[in-house]
């Protein structure tokens, strides 16, 4: 970190007085947000890839030259292992959207607009952000080609096919993979693709306007793909109709600057989105079955879902490759069966502070189950996150990310959920859990809100959720 600060004394010629690490990154940079003596702030990344840096810096200067709304870069070191950028704020797209998202996919009139506003901008990067680009700058290869593609279809299925324990035979699928591999270089790719095309890498400035980050594994290749991923991304839940709206925005602003045959467009948009759903399965398998990271672990029953829509509506065009898919997304732990439900069980999840006691139980039970979460790392300790609670996006990353509170709570399952299986079988009417911590606004909140909303979806019983130092409550009904 001190090469950072070094950095940006030399490019300012002021010394950091603030240097706070931010939590959100998604792969192995750090990010820190550095501030001088006047409060300007600016972004310090450290990356251990000197390549992948390098491709970030050569495309931001590139796509700014064209007017093209990306973070301006101030400097990099002379190792090329971290670098200065604009701070774009802590707001992304994705955070914009946490009504629309906790809602089930209810994304309000506004949060359409930003969606609309995002991927109307994607034409320009493709096509004359992708004009005069120097693509062996691009990391780590220049365009998409089969080595690339069969790389993430392996990893498809090494990383998440096999943790499965799905039976199926190799060769007979690499066969189909091989087909599916060689159809999708085969689509032209004169354009930039962004690749990672999203809502996390869409932020929104103080004006209100997107700005585009993390670009820096973009190559040559098929734009299609990025529609791909940005209106088929798995924890957003667009419906159809919204999906459709979106695609015609997108066709509207791509006409104006490369006119394409549409029906031509939505054939290989329909190869790309299979293509994409194998190759963020794989992704999710590694990063949550291997790192145990929940946020991935959460995130692929709707990527099946997805792609059980897929298989169902468009099909797949290679045999044994679709009949491993269907058996894959028809298995139980896809498509487990609702529980037998003999009694009007209510559990009731609190979260609280020690500091003004354990909440009262008012069924005259006793109090179910206290869990003290001060173990864990607090987010309230530094000041990003002071005035935010466990229901903030920023907030629910530094805790998953950092990890403790993830292992913390996953005994906790296993206990809640025996002991409500139990409850049900024999007729009982309540159940009470209360988590605790030092102040009953992050970690607590976050514990109580995750056990909430498991209970809820893995049961169907009625769960009133209580954050009580916040004051909010919500209710889920019993649904079986």
């Known amino acids: 970190m001190q090469k950072l600060k070094d950095l940006f004394n030399q490019y300012t010629g002021q010394i950091s007085v603030n240097c706070v690490l931010l939590k959100g990154a998604g792969s192995n940079r750090s990010y820190y947000r ?83 506003r995002a991927i109307a901008l994607l034409p320009s990067f493709q096509i004359k952000g992708g004009e005069g680009i120097d693509y062996s700058h691009c990391y780590p290869q220049p365009a998409m080609d089969t080595t690339n593609v069969m790389f993430d279809l392996n990893y498809f299925k090494y990383c998440f096919l096999k943790a499965t324990c799905l039976d199926f035979h190799e060769l007979h699928l690499e066969d189909d993979f091989k087909a599916l591999a060689s159809d999708i270089v085969s689509i032209p790719d004169t354009a930039f693709m962004y690749r990672d095309f999203q809502a996390r890498n869409v932020m929104i400035d103080v004006s209100g306007n997107p700005r585009y980050i993390d670009f820096q594994g973009g190559r040559r290749g098929p734009i299609q793909y990025d529609v791909a991923s940005f209106l088929w991304q798995a924890s957003a839940m667009y419906d159809d109709e919204l999906k459709e709206r979106l695609l015609n925005v997108y066709l509207r602003h791509l006409q104006v600057v490369y ?137 629910i990353r530094f805790l998953e990310e950092d990890g403790e509170i993830l292992a913390f709570l996953q005994p906790v399952y296993q206990l809640a959920d025996t002991h409500v299986r139990r409850y049900i079988e024999r007729g009982f009417t309540d159940l009470m859990f209360s988590f605790g911590c030092t102040g009953g606004q992050h970690r607590s909140v976050y514990c109580a809100q995750q056990l909430a909303q498991h209970l809820h979806e893995t049961f169907g019983i009625e769960v009133r959720l209580c954050h009580r130092e916040q004051g909010k409550q919500q209710r889920w009904e019993a649904t079986r």
């Open 34 to 116: 550095l501030t001088d003596t006047s409060g300007h702030s600016m972004i310090g990344v450290i990356g251990t890839s000197v390549e992948e840096n390098h491709a970030f810096c050569y495309l931001s200067r590139h796509f700014y030259s064209r007017q093209l709304p990306v973070p301006m870069v101030y400097a990099e070191s002379s190792d090329g292992i971290c670098y200065l950028q604009e701070d774009l704020g802590d707001i992304s797209l994705f955070d914009s959207l946490h009504a629309g998202r906790v809602s089930g996919g209810n994304y309000s009139e506004e949060e359409e607009e930003l969606l609309s």
């Open 259 to 395: 006119p394409v045959d549409e029906n031509v467009f939505r054939q290989r948009l329909r190869l790309c989105v299979l293509f994409r759903l194998i190759q963020v399965l794989g992704a999710y398998g590694f990063r949550g079955y291997f790192e145990r990271k929940k946020h991935f672990i959460d995130s692929i029953p709707p990527a099946i879902k997805s792609l059980r829509q897929v298989l169902e509506r468009e099909g797949c065009p290679y045999p044994y490759l679709r009949d491993v898919l269907e058996r894959l997304v028809s298995m139980p732990q896809w498509n487990p069966r609702p529980p037998l439900v003999k009694g009007p069980l209510v559990v009731r999840v609190f979260s609280f502070s020690y500091r003004n006691g354990i909440p009262e139980d008012e069924s005259g039970n006793g109090g179910g189950y206290v869990f003290d979460c001060r173990s864990s790392h607090n987010p309230g300790r530094y000041e990003p996150y002071k005035k935010l609670t466990g229901l903030d996006e920023p907030v």
